[in-house]
């Protein structure tokens, strides 16, 4: 996990759809057991001072494998080896980081994955992901799971992260051994980069294009699962792509937590910044175990998740080898919930649109294809459908049903009155399945715009309304002056994980093309690289990210930012100010006079 020496903010301003169901629990039992495997039927006697849970029934488990904790400690023992004859350390970039690539692409592509290599020419030290895919499921639903597998240079990084490297390892390689029938694509990945400010995942995340973006349902990322001291730790807890995970040690009686130390300080950030659902297992770095932590899972309060936390001592001796096995069950159990079949495959099909986008002036009609393809099974009907289609425009099939392999013509026709603007359309077949594809519309025409300023408050002079944010983000503190008046919207500059939002909901009128959106904003930061962009603030209209900038951006006074905004006439949407700062060193991005000029 990438982190930092903590620093407070005070002088620091420096210008510049899912359901799982489980069966009962068996035994809680301390992060600091033996290596003996923790995934029984019965239950076995608990530690001493921890609840004793029912035994879990073998239907509990369904058909997920036991990942085997002796093979885990086999790969730490492994990387512990790789670090020991390359300097000590597996840094990205290193000696070391290049033997570990070579050990974990052996042992997949001996059991059958397609590996590939992506060289990360950005990072802070160049080096390789590797990508690892098992060539069974659909192409267009994607299950990701990711670790980092570089460390930092003072030690072998067996916790952080060869924890999780070894625990995506092993479940690779159990998944091809059972080779079971697959109802999603799984993808593998072991990142470089991670320790220089999550480099490695940024890459690749960067590297997709939309629809390679759109392909992947969820990604999982493991990040430090074998601490000392550990805790039950699930990154976005409560979200429906975490449900699995949080399944599976529900039924073990650990009452896990959310993973707070570690929001964007691992590579999930750069996924869920492209907006793809994220989750994944952690079991605490640095922080500290609370009294009531320690009395529910066992360990010691007061003391560091992690003791050896970037130390030298972060060897094969540093895991707790029963919360590392707790995290690999749990991604086994997750991946046979999420992508593999339970019984006899069914019959399936595949959706595609082509082209992907096109603009058609009002009174004018345009057509696209629509292709079907068998994925398994035999042939079905599809019948052909589409949502999402703005005021003014209808959308027909020619012909509205097919079977499966077969495609029909899309025809959009819109009216002298559409609402004009960019819309996506969802285009649905619906058999013995349902398959979606997006196709993007422009509508362009003249007239029916109002014009006017469309932003509220937009000097933050006449109190929060209309408004939303995070407390304390519209403020008149004399520490970071207004541009005008006296009030503005700080966000972040606490020099600690933090992340401030500032929002506003606007309805841009039908016809106002030439829309845009501008505000004055100001960056200053205690970040000293020249190169990392640690903290961000990101502007969006709806779900799109029209903007993002960072500590790079800093500067004196106040800048002028003004982005086109025409494309969304005719919508209602939330323009939302969101800024993210990392564990330490603090960047500040306060905005003033805001606007959004219709015409």
Known sequence: M???TMR??????????????????????????????VRPIAAAAAPAG?????????????????????????????????????????????????ASVSYVKTRLQAAGYTVSEQYCSSCTYPSNNLIAEWPGGPADQVVMFGAH????????GINDNASGSATLLENALVLAQQNPTMTKRVRFAW?????????????????????????IKGYY?????????????????????????????????????????????????????????TSGYAAGASARKTSTQAAKWGGTASAAYD?????????????????????????????????????????????????????????????????????????????????????????????????????????????ATAATGAFTITVTGTGSVTRTAAYTLTVTGTGGCAG??????????????????????????????????????????????????????????????????????HIDTAETTTSTAYDRLTVRLGSTTLATWSNLNAAAGYVQRTLNVGAYAGQTLTLTFTGTEDSSLQTSFVIDDVTLQAS
């Open 2 to 4: 990438r982190g930092r």
């Open 8 to 37: 407070t903010r005070l002088a620091l301003v420096v210008c510049a759809g899912l359901t799982v169901t489980l069966t009962a629990q068996p035994v809680a039992a301390s992060p600091s057991a033996g290596p003996a495997d």
């Open 50 to 98: 921890m609840p004793v849970a029912p035994a879990r029934t073998a239907a509990a488990v369904l058909a997920a494998p036991d990942i085997s904790v002796t093979n885990l400690q086999a790969h730490l023992t492994q990387f512990n080896s790789i670090a020991t004859s390359n300097g000590g350390n597996r840094r990205a970039g290193s000696a070391g980081y290049t």
């Open 149 to 156: 597998l570089d460390g930092v240079s003072a030690g072998p």
């Open 191 to 215: 990142w470089t980069d991670e320790e220089q400010g999550l480099n490695g995942s940024r890459f690749y995340v960067n590297s997709l294009s939309a629809t390679q973006r759109g392909y």
């Open 221 to 277: 990322n493991f990040d430090m699962v074998g601490s000392t001291n550990g805790g039950y730790f699930i990154n976005r807890l409560t979200s429906t792509t975490a449900a699995p995970l949080k399944a599976y040690w529900d039924s073990l009686g650990l009452q896990p937590e959310e993973n707070v130390e570690g929001q964007g300080r691992s590579d999930d950030y750069p996924f869920q910044q492209a907006g793809i659902p």
């Open 307 to 415: 003791p050896c936390y970037h130390r030298a001592c972060d060897t094969s001796s540093n895991i707790s080898a029963t919360v590392l096995n707790r995290a690999a069950d749990g991604v086994a159990y997750a991946v046979w919930q999420l992508a593999v079949s339970t019984g006899t495959p069914g019959s399936d099909f595949s959706i595609a649109v082509s082209p992907a986008l096109g603009s058609v002036a009002r009174g004018g009609s345009r057509t696209a294809t629509v292709s079907t393809a068998t994925t398994a099974g035999a042939a079905q009907p599809v019948a052909l459908s589409a949502s999402g289609a703005p005021s003014g425009v209808t959308v027909s099939f020619s012909p509205s049903s097919v079977t499966s392999g077969g495609s029909a013509t899309m025809t959009l026709t819109a009216s």
């Open 452 to 521: 006017g300023q469309l932003i509220g408050n937009g000097g933050f002079e006449s109190g929060t309304s209309p408004w939303t944010a995070t407390s304390g983000v519209i403020t008149n503190s004399a520490d970071q002056p207004a541009r005008t008046g006296s009030y503005k919207a700080w966000l972040d500059g606490y020099g600690r994980t933090r992340t401030d939002t500032l929002a506003q909901s606007v309805t841009l009128p039908a016809g106002c093309t030439a829309s845009t959106l501008t505000f004055w904003l």
